[in-house]
């Protein structure tokens, strides 16, 4: 018989209180506001340029045909249902018909042809479309799944040569767990740092449904990298503490026989494990936990699922070498840190592991485990002392001296971690901002920590400018929400080898309105 | 302002009257009995092989991955739902599942690819097939619509490459108006005769729904022609008089302004023209009213319905010129017959007509129409006087003076309409059949009329030897239910250039039974 860390009765009791605060989802009708084309043109986001050609109406008013196709844009990025209303022509109907329906967050899924379908990681399936075959009109079709999406393609597939049939309504329903306006940004805040707030919002509250999804369109799915980014968003502008409680319940009811949670869960049809552990993602329960009681102003869940927090940070940082390294063939031996493949994560890591025993050593502080706060008080300096001396080649500079490599996300994470002081940070940051043989962050998620640490450093301005520049610029291409991944020289990149399988509305970018608000 | 013919009251009357007649559709579950293979083979109807490859039981056991497809064998013909229940591999499912399922009721339809669809009379939407997303496991599929089928195709159009799912239950649930099985038939008949009847039940069962459809897969809709076969067989063996009713009732309370009924309508989503009217069709109301009365043994509805009828015969046969031609230009003038382009109807439709005074006549005895039943069979008597002179080349042949053309469209309608004697009725079939120049049935519906003036001649032998070559090949061909379209020389034929489009369950082949048991 396997002992398990934490009783049975403990994690029955913690995914009871997380089904206790499943979200009444809200709903907001959406109408499309134009017909659109489609034109290949370099200069434009990711080679196609959107063209209005004339109101949504007038997709409304005409008579479709066998074969005909219209597309339309909703304006925006919406997260919901589709409903269509289908009537016969003058001439009634005599066959059934087929409609085919894609949606798409951005043009290339919908102007780019979907086949031959390209990726050996994922499936096609997360390419959103139904086919429809419908008996008798009228009727009203309320397509089955939930979509993310601004572009709908409306095809007609299969319709009697004699006949023709009129689109007499369509609408979205968009879902979330709330459509609560934040309140106003303060009246100094820059026109494009606001712009980059009420899209980051957006970003935000799409992702906002039964759990906080990683995005909409894909993975749909609780992530607890993104959680924590999401939870301080939210902190600060929605404010659904509920679901943030939700959704750490939900970690910890789910956590493995030897205490460790999962990097992703599901949360449907019941809840369940992935089978994915990440340590970084792991480690970071304890600030995700942190941060939540500190934002709330409620301790309750802190007390509750301490030991969860506390479990992460001792099976993980105890596991560390010497030189602050997971030891070779560890089991949760697995971090993101970032997408960039040629990142060396080790050092980043031993950052992170800094972060987080530092949080957690609050923690302990605010719910009176003095023991704890001790041990992870002294880990976090010990861990620090190490760091300067192993992993610093000079005052200035952090540097994995086993990969031999500089990296943005290594500077970022140690200055996160605090291992130097603030003076010493920045100067660190300046470096290794201005060093080009420094890996450089590939994706929205360590960009975040980059902007994070150069608040943290006192450098506030280069912060504000970060996020005008990498956030500002997904705006400039036409983003309604921030995306999974950006790489400005590179719009067709994938980590699925498919850019129309990327996230376009991806929850680890929303911070921009936590950096502007809260720091 | 129009004055029509028939009073709102009396159509709202019939229409209401229809309405409290729809049927209670009965259900039964259906499993597949088979995993099965198609191979190209010349030798093979429509040059597909059915091959079993394993039981049902083995498409249902083992794991499913991206890009796998199984054809799955029903065992027979069955009108109805199709239910599957998904459920995830030992690995769970992190991504939606994209599935396709084809159905058909041949080979053909599924073997042969869909696409490039080919047909410049009908849509691609009639060839039945469905792709469903789903975005967790275990699900429960109820797929959208009815269908027909025999073979299921399932195929896996997107799943995650590191998953496996599986299917749980895949059940067919047979929807009709009765299940009830008919009195057997007399002992000395012969076993291909027996199995010939057992297909035709099957055929009438399966397009017995809220009303007689033409076909459960193709046109799905209650045609005059197809109903009158359809209430003879129905007469001898299924007995749902109560939708006979119910569709006589639909077609007189849709009649037009000027009282002619409509060739076709449709009762869903509710009762409405179709805007066809075709001069046979119409005709046959008065027959299919009288056959009613008589199998039945109900006169209450030919007495209500006995001025529609009436009103046919004398809008169409009073039109007719002193050869018993329609004038051209008649708005009525469109006749069906039989498929055979090259026939020539008016000779074929001018037996008809006398066919459907006699009916007139007796239908105006039954219920007490002096008047009518008296000049309906002077018609008849001056019409068939006119045959004789003018539409017959010798005492034993039929021919069509205009169009110089002997065929067997024209030698059957007019020994249904009783013109000549029977002695001289079997010599003009006998001489005819044996008339390589005669213009030949190119479907079932000729083919039934054939057969029935057979038995009317007084050679029952022949009309036995004509159901077992005809229907009989198509038993050998594999036929669960009898088809809409077969020249045995050309199994592709189809009048919508597409033979997967063909109905291959299809009310007028279904006449067999009745043939069997009434003649």
């Known amino acids: 018989?396997?002992?398990?860390?934490?009783?049975?009765?403990?994690?029955?009791?913690?995914?009871?209180?997380?089904?206790?605060?499943?979200?009444?989802?809200?709903?907001?009708?959406?109408?499309?506001?134009?017909?659109?084309?489609?034109?290949?043109?370099?200069?434009?986001?990711?080679?196609?340029?959107?063209?209005?050609?004339?109101?949504?109406?007038?997709?409304?008013?005409?008579?479709?045909?066998?074969?005909?196709?219209?597309?339309?844009?909703?304006?925006?990025?919406?997260?919901?249902?589709?409903?269509?209303?289908?009537?016969?022509?003058?001439?009634?109907?005599?066959?059934?018909?087929?409609?085919?329906?894609?949606?798409?967050?951005?043009?290339?899924?919908?102007?780019?042809?979907?086949?031959?379908?390209?990726?050996?990681?994922?499936?096609?399936?997360?390419?959103?479309?139904?086919?429809?075959?419908?008996?008798?009109?009228?009727?009203?079709?309320?397509?089955?799944?939930?979509?993310?999406?601004?572009?709908?393609?409306?095809?007609?597939?299969?319709?009697?040569?004699?006949?023709?049939?009129?689109?007499?309504?369509?609408?979205?329903?968009?879902?979330?767990?709330?459509?609560?306006?934040?309140?106003?940004?303060?009246?100094?805040?820059?026109?494009?740092?606001?712009?980059?707030?009420?899209?980051?919002?957006?970003?935000?509250?799409?992702?906002?449904?039964?759990?906080?999804?990683?995005?909409?369109?894909?993975?749909?799915?609780?992530?607890?990298?993104?959680?924590?980014?999401?939870?301080?968003?939210?902190?600060?502008?929605?404010?659904?503490?509920?679901?943030?409680?939700?959704?750490?319940?939900?970690?910890?009811?789910?956590?493995?026989?030897?205490?460790?949670?999962?990097?992703?869960?599901?949360?449907?049809?019941?809840?369940?494990?992935?089978?994915n552990v990440m340590a970084d993602y792991a480690l970071l329960f304890a600030p995700t936990l942190l941060d939540h009681a500190s934002m709330s102003g409620e301790s309750a869940l802190a007390a509750e699922l301490w030991p969860v927090a506390a479990r992460q940070v001792e099976l993980i940082t105890g596991a560390l070498d010497g030189s602050g390294r997971l030891p070779a063939g560890h089991p949760y031996g697995w971090t993101f840190i970032d997408w960039n493949p040629a990142l060396a994560r080790e050092g980043p890591f031993l950052g992170l592991a800094v972060y987080c025993l530092r949080a957690a050593a609050r923690l302990a502080r605010l719910v009176g485990d003095d023991d704890r706060r001790t041990a992870f008080t002294t880990r976090a300096e010990h861990l620090s002392a190490v760091v300067r001396e192993v992993w610093m080649h000079d005052p200035e500079t952090f540097r994995d001296p086993f990969a031999g490599q500089t990296s943005v996300a290594l500077t970022a994470w140690m200055v996160l971690g605090e291992v130097v002081t603030d003076v010493q940070a920045r100067a660190c940051l300046h470096r290794t901002l201005a060093d080009t043989s420094a890996q450089q962050p590939a994706g929205p998620y360590l960009m975040h920590h980059l902007a994070h640490a150069l608040f943290i450093a006192g450098a506030p301005s280069d912060a504000l400018g970060l996020i005008e520049r990498y956030w500002g610029a997904m705006i400039a291409r036409g983003a309604d929400t921030f995306w999974e991944i950006f790489l400005p020289g590179n719009e067709l990149a994938s980590p699925y080898e498919n850019a129309q399988l990327n996230s376009y509305c991806h929850a680890w970018s929303c911070t921009p309105s936590w950096l502007l608000r809260a720091l």
């Open 1 to 275: 018989m396997t002992t398990s860390y934490f009783s049975t009765a403990d994690r029955s009791r913690w995914l009871e209180m997380a089904a206790g605060l499943d979200p009444v989802l809200a709903h907001q009708v959406a109408q499309p506001c134009a017909v659109v084309a489609f034109h290949p043109d370099l200069a434009a986001f990711q080679g196609w340029r959107v063209e209005r050609s004339d109101d949504a109406r007038a997709g409304l008013e005409r008579l479709w045909r066998d074969g005909d196709q219209v597309d339309f844009d909703f304006g925006t990025h919406v997260v919901g249902r589709l409903r269509m209303r289908w009537e016969s022509g003058p001439a009634g109907l005599d066959a059934p018909v087929r409609l085919r329906v894609l949606l798409g967050e951005v043009p290339l899924e919908i102007a780019a042809p979907r086949e031959p379908f390209h990726s050996n990681m994922l499936p096609r399936s997360w390419l959103q479309e139904e086919t429809i075959t419908v008996d008798e009109l009228p009727a009203s079709i309320d397509l089955p799944r939930r979509y993310a999406f601004r572009f709908v393609r409306i095809e007609i597939l299969g319709l009697s040569p004699r006949h023709e049939i009129r689109l007499a309504k369509l609408e979205a329903v968009a879902e979330a767990a709330t459509f609560n306006e934040p309140g106003p940004l303060p009246d100094d805040v820059a026109p494009l740092l606001r712009q980059i707030d009420a899209t980051a919002i957006r970003t935000l509250r799409n992702c906002l449904q039964s759990v906080f999804e990683d995005g909409p369109k894909r993975d749909r799915r609780l992530w607890l990298g993104d959680l924590r980014l999401q939870a301080l968003a939210n902190g600060v502008t929605l404010r659904r503490f509920d679901v943030v409680a939700r959704c750490l319940l939900l970690f910890a009811g789910l956590c493995r026989e030897d205490g460790i949670v999962e990097a992703c869960i599901y949360h449907r049809p019941r809840p369940h494990r992935s089978g």
